[in-house]
């Protein structure tokens, strides 16, 4: 897809200042204590909580070496690896600190408490210790207030946040690009981006500049809402600092990663490689998934080389792919049948130290089954286990479906028995493949029985188990059994498409039950259904067969009129029923419409037509040329009659 430069309109409505100034304490109950109990998700451990009290007894002599304690047990990795403190741990510590003599610790040494469960988080608990804090006379700074605000933006209460953003104004404190991006963020959490980018752009009016934070979190939320080319205008408005806003932020490898992976998904990929180079050129130096979003970009797009040589060129530029950078190429290589290729990646991710997860194993399986490789797909299957990856829902219905498609059954319950053993429960989609399985090698009864234990383990059935059950039973004889559930499916108002009544009419005109076929068809439009050409094709048949060529006819004229294409089977339906009725005129007229409507004669055709010419019941002049070079079969044809009864057309 070619970039386009040009922007969409993007309107917003505006944000006033004065609005944010409202109640605060509204936003809590008014009680001393916490509405809920810290402990009522979590069960209490006596011996660990005074192990606590008693460390925090000895260690913790004054302010100084409670903040000691405090970062040592809230300590981060850098890696987002935190010191996990649990609630009933924080209430301890808690307690302790409001008790300190001879005075109470400052507010600094409980936003480290409160930071430490935020970022577990434990949101609920910062709110109910926050309350008690608040009642003990204690003033939060702003610190403490953007915690709070980080919190209910998280717990999807970002109405809360801004009651919170008021008490800030009235506390006479300006609010930093922390508490604003917490803010943002929250907005495009809740898809209201036009809010995030009017408050966005209202930062200097709080007196704060934003930073390469704010500005990445709504560029993430432009693009994640379908707004990319907003986004990129704010991105270049970022590197040139010669935006609305004046401001010069130098973007970073998260905000070219963001940019690119939001033009990848929308199909602009030449612009997203051209601000790869534009991160090189600036000695800015993209990561893993700056690269797995290119890769992927051109995976959809259709171009294998590309992705190829990007993937190529991050392990030259020592950038280690990730699971999802081997998942994404490995689906491309699938998609295509390139299975050997694919399994050679997968023996590179190991050999690098890269796990294979479910997906990938998925991925790959699924790729042997449509290749018709099901034996391989089961050895990939068996050696999950030994790389430490659990077989999930999905890769036994990968499996189940493959065999299935292969008519081994038995192969297929033995799965579906192992699988219920383990405790994985069954999907629509996987009792659907058994289903189907099921009526292709005519069990219709273990079919039933599969059915009701899909009941009794509450999946429910949707529109596709509905069709798939009717056409079985059609195919294996039972139509009325077909017609009685197709009936009570109805009188349960369950949705019923197309295909669901094309399968049941079908199997009522294999029957010889053509009035009553014809009856449901015409309820089509009574139910807000509207028969496609399959369903076209079955009626035909079926009155073709009952002698009934005018109808018929009538049928074909009507499809036409409606705006429903016949194709070639429509064709040589009613050719052949003309043709039991003497009537050739007709079958001429039919191939002049074949003709004007440019369908390509197939095998079945051209056999009638010879056919004709053998009995000398039509002449080649009266059939019309198809001269389209993708007809070429039919002047064979023509060729060969002359040829073999040597006559002169």
Known sequence: MAFVSTTRPF?????????????????????????????????????TTAKLKESLRLTVKDRASLEKFLRERCKS???GDITTITPNEALCVFDYMLNMRPSRPPVTSFNILFGCLAKTKHYDTVLSLFRRLNSTGLFPNLHTYSILINCFCKMGRVSHGFVVLGRILRSCFTPDAVTFTSLIKGLCAESRIMEAAVLFTKLRVFGCEPDVFTYNTLINGLCRTGHTIVALNLFEEMANGNGKLGVFCKPNTVTYTTII????KEGFVDKAKELLLQMKDKNIKPNV????SLIRGFCYANDWNEAKRLFIEMMDQGVQPNVVTFSV?????????????ASRLLDLMIQIGVRPNAFVYNTL????CLTDRTNRAKELFVSMESMGCEHDVVSYSILINGYCKNKEVDEALSLHSEMLSKGIKPTVVTYGTLFLGLFEVHQVEHALKLFDEMQRNDVAANTHIYTTFID???????IVEAAELFRTLRVLKCELDIISYSCLIDGLCKIGKLETAWELFQS???????????????????????????????LFLDMETKGVEPKCVTFNTLMLGFIRNNETSKVIELLHRMDKRNVMPDASTLSIVVDLLVKNEISLNSIPQFKSQRFCPWILFADMANFLFNRKF
């Open 524 to 554: 089509l439009s009574r139910v807000g259904l509207m028969a496609d050409v399959v369903t076209y094709n079955i009626m035909i048949h079926g009155l073709c067969n009952d002698g009934k060529m005018d109808k018929a006819h009538d």
């Open 261 to 264: 992976d939001g033009l990848c």
């Open 289 to 292: 998934v700056t690269y797995t």
């Open 329 to 341: 190429i490995m689906d491309e290589l699938c998609k295509n049948g390139k299975m050997e290729e």
């Open 472 to 478: 079985g039973l059609c195919k294996n004889g039972y």
């Open 77 to 79: 990795s850098g890696e």
């Open 365 to 368: 399986m699924d790729g042997f």
């Open 11 to 47: 309107h917003f409505t505006s944000i006033s200042v004065s609005a944010l100034r409202c109640n605060f304490s509204s936003s809590f109950p008014h009680t001393g204590k916490p509405t809920f109990s810290i402990l009522e998700n979590e069960p209490l451990y006596p011996n």
